[in-house]
């Protein structure tokens, strides 16, 4: 049987999350979070997080996103939300 292995998030992305954290208050829209947060980041990094579909425009969190988002509950206590497009157009109006 093939042993699973799992995913971590690398050091420099959660250093990002360390310094993003400290910086966006109360903030719970994970789009926003995880833009900056690739803000910060290489290229080489950003390609593990997931992609909005190129027609809907929506987010559909990967594993990786969804680790990402795990450890900032973690560390800030805030869990973050996936909002949809309307839902985040609403929030930014």
């Known amino acids: 049987m093939k042993k699973r292995r799992k995913r971590m998030i690398p050091k420099r992305v959660i250093d990002q999350i ?47 996103d969804n680790l990402v988002i795990e450890y900032y509950f973690r560390l800030t206590g805030i869990q973050l939300k996936i909002r949809s497009l309307e839902e985040r157009r609403k929030l930014n109006n």
């Open 18 to 64: 360390h310094e993003v954290s400290s910086y966006v208050d109360k903030c719970d829209d994970w789009v926003t979070i995880k833009k900056e947060i690739m803000k910060g980041i290489p290229s080489e990094l950003r390609k593990n997080f997931s992609r909005r579909d190129p027609i809907t425009k929506e987010q559909a969190p990967s594993d990786f």
